[in-house]
């Protein structure tokens, strides 16, 4: 999920966006956080972006409903799509303490009442799973975890709007898997997030792609290059998105896909990593020709 920490210095104009990156930004959708969103609404519409709204705990807190609709009535009015991201800091769906796990459901339904209003495309959420501390009672915190996760799958098929869930810590996709094979419904999903799978985990993209691929729904594209969560624009690392973008062409995948820029110019660098890689324009050909079977 995007933080946008560099923003302040600086500033869309000036930045041109080509033909070629436009064209890209049809097929994907910008993560950014809703503090941010006054700044960069005018961007946003101007230039027709879909958005990935991510809502952290101080925007759910504060009862902004009327201006978050009033928002997306104008990006829809411009044809801009929309995911939401929830709110992860802090927070552990199978937490061994039950306070924790309440405030994890606090949370979670307070994004889920706001997605009720602004029916989204799809939500975005993290497991809260980290194998330093939760490896020793693993067992346990999947049951939790099912437990606080069951209702909103409930709510997300009542609304016909996908729940998935992204990868951050963990190291291999098992725990994933248990999770979305244990609940048993389509409206549950996974999104794999390629910059947390190259520094995270211990397991190679072939292998997470190999085992998601029945419930894959979504794509974060940002780049690093192994040692650290740099979100760095793609093709500025060492991930292999010709891996990526050729195995979802061969596998008829077409997920949601949603690059995570940090800055300005990291958002027109990965449009341009993008416009300028065959892989991607192969998938995306492939896609629009309607050859995909989802």
């Given amino acids: 999920m995007v933080r946008l920490t560099k923003l302040e210095s600086e500033s869309p104009k000036g930045h041109e966006i080509s033909p070629a990156m436009r064209a890209v930004l049809g097929h994907v959708f910008v ?11 005018d961007l946003v519409l101007e230039n027709r972006i879909n958005i990935e709204i991510g809502f952290g705990t101080d925007a759910l ?10 928002t997306v009535g104008r990006m829809r009015d411009k044809q801009c799509r929309f995911t ?6 802090d927070l552990c769906s199978g937490s061994v303490d039950p306070g924790i796990r309440e405030v994890t459901r606090s949370r979670l339904s307070s994004l889920f009442d706001l997605a009720e209003q602004i029916h989204p495309e799809q939500i975005v959420c993290h497991t809260g799973f980290d194998p ?19 209702p909103f799958v409930r709510r997300a098929e009542i609304l016909k709007m996908p729940l998935v869930l992204e990868n951050v810590w963990e190291e291999d996709p098992d725990l994933h898997l248990e999770l979305l094979e244990r609940m048993k419904s389509s409206w549950f999903g996974f999104c794999l997030d390629t910059g947390h799978q190259h520094s995270f985990s211990t397991t190679t993209m072939d292998k997470w792609l190999q085992a998601v691929r029945p419930y894959l729904k979504e794509v974060h594209l940002h780049d690093n290059d192994g040692s650290y969560d740099d979100h760095l624009p793609v093709g500025s690392g060492t991930i292999d998105f010709s891996y990526l973008f050729n195995f979802l062409t061969e596998k008829g995948i077409s997920p949601v896909l949603t690059i995570e820029p940090h800055t300005v110019e990291h958002l027109y660098e990965t449009l341009a990593g993008l416009a300028a ?3 991607f324009k192969d ?6 020709s309607g050859s995909f079977s989802n």
């Avoid at 998938?283 to 629009?288: A, E, G, L, N, V």
């Fill in 283 to 288: 998938f995306i050909s492939t896609r629009t």
């Fill in 61 to 70: 807190q504060m009862d902004q409903t009327g201006i978050v609709c009033a």
């Fill in 277 to 279: 890689m065959v892989s």
């Fill in 31 to 41: 993560s950014l956080p809703w503090n941010y969103m006054d700044r960069y609404i």
């Fill in 132 to 150: 330093r501390h939760h490896r020793g009672h693993r067992r346990t915190w999947i049951d939790n975890s099912l437990s606080t996760l069951e």
């Fill in 84 to 89: 939401v991201h929830g709110p992860f800091w």
